[in-house]
């Protein structure tokens, strides 16, 4: 397994953990856009940053809008309490 570095903008909300995963709720400076960080410990982790990891020249999306978010992540926003 390769160990890479991402760079963003963003403010960390709130964090929700279970027995094998940590997920982590980002702000992006664009209003009602979220990223959704997963680490699932030594099975690796990933960024949600939109509908695609990145756009072929390697930049990150926009983000999650809120609608989505809420609707998968609500555990997230109730954390960082914005339900």
Do not use: C
């Not at 991402?6 to 094998?20: A, C, H, I, N, P």
């Not at 410990?41 to 695609?52: C, M, P, Q, R, W």
């Amino acid at each position: 397994m390769q160990t890479v570095e991402v760079r963003f903008r963003g403010e960390k909300l709130s964090t929700v953990t279970s027995e094998d995963r940590a997920y982590t709720l980002y702000h992006t400076p664009r209003r009602d856009y979220y990223f959704v960080h997963y680490d699932r410990g030594e099975a690796g982790a990933y960024l949600v940053t939109g509908k695609n990891a990145a756009v072929p020249n390697g930049h990150l999306r926009e983000g999650v809008r809120e609608k989505h978010t809420r609707s998968i992540w609500s555990e997230l926003l109730s954390a960082a309490g914005l339900d």
